[in-house]
């Protein structure tokens, strides 16, 4: 099967910086696109930013200019640097990957806290 390992969360003060990746493994044949989540207390699982296989990607309004999405198709990981972070940040963060393997499924990782607080 298939599996999508999260790191690099934790406790960060406003303004500051943290970088998550999430690493693919298993009988993986191609990976299409891939992205993170967030989902905070008593909140919805929200799109935070995705990036195809060829690299377009999109993010949402609340995170553009402050996060990048990127990805190595050679360590199947994708990557999320976060800057300027703030409280209105902090969530469990999830990454996802439409992976084929005999067929193509969506993928999601276990979850990885992200805490903004001074």
């Known amino acids: 099967q298939v599996q999508l390992v999260e790191s690099g969360g934790g406790l960060v003060q406003p303004g500051g910086s943290l970088r998550l990746s999430c690493a693919a493994s298993?009988?993986?044949?191609?990976?299409?696109?891939m992205g993170w989540y967030r989902q905070a207390p008593g909140k919805q699982r929200e799109l935070v930013a995705t990036?195809?296989?060829?690299?377009?990607?999109k993010y949402a309004d609340t995170v553009k200019g402050r996060f990048t999405i990127s990805r190595d198709n050679a360590k199947n990981s994708v990557y999320l640097q976060m800057n300027t972070l703030k409280p209105e940040d902090t969530a469990v963060y999830y990454c996802?990957?439409?992976?084929?393997?005999?067929?193509?499924?969506?993928?999601w990782g276990q979850g990885i806290q992200v805490t903004v607080s001074s």
């Open positions: 990036i195809t296989s060829g690299g377009s990607i």
């Open positions: 996802n990957a439409d992976i084929r393997t005999w067929v193509t499924m969506t993928w």
């Open positions: 298993g009988s993986i044949r191609s990976i299409y696109d």
